[in-house]
């Protein structure tokens, strides 16, 4: 299993920026954005759960209302967009995949390598 992640950068506060995940060598139920920032710890952004009507979403309470996740099943990728970026948004973002939220919460999970945002002020 690969995640492969592209789309970070730097963008000055107030911009928008999209990353993309690629997934190959498997299917997965839920699949979500966490980041890390400097000094802290890694902290889930978004995830999407498979289902009817085209999932269920869940977000970090600081990003709700200018982040959207959405996915792909067909072309098995999970995407973020990011708009009204602040500076406290700069962390490395992890794409993560798993079967379950369970089974993610208990370390069965796939990560990528990681992109950098920087939101400069």
């Known amino acids: 299993v690969q995640l492969v992640e592209s789309g970070g950068g730097l963008v000055q506060a107030g911009g928008s920026l999209r990353l993309s995940c690629a997934a190959s060598?498997?299917?997965?139920?839920?699949m979500g954005w966490y980041r890390q920032a400097p000094g802290k710890q890694r902290e889930l952004v978004a995830r999407?759960?498979?289902?009817?009507?085209?999932?269920?979403?869940n977000y970090a309470d600081s990003v709700k209302g200018r982040f959207t996740i959405s996915r792909d099943n067909a072309k098995n990728t999970v995407d973020l967009q990011m708009n009204s970026l602040k500076p406290e948004d700069t962390a490395v973002y992890y794409c993560?995949?798993?079967?379950?939220?369970?089974?993610?919460?208990?370390?069965?999970?796939?990560w990528g390598q990681g992109t950098q945002v920087t939101v400069s002020s």
């Open positions: 999407i759960i498979a289902g009817s009507g085209g999932g269920t979403t």
């Open positions: 060598g498997g299917t997965f139920n839920v």
């Open positions: 993560n995949a798993g079967s379950s939220v369970l089974a993610i919460m208990r370390g069965a999970a796939y």
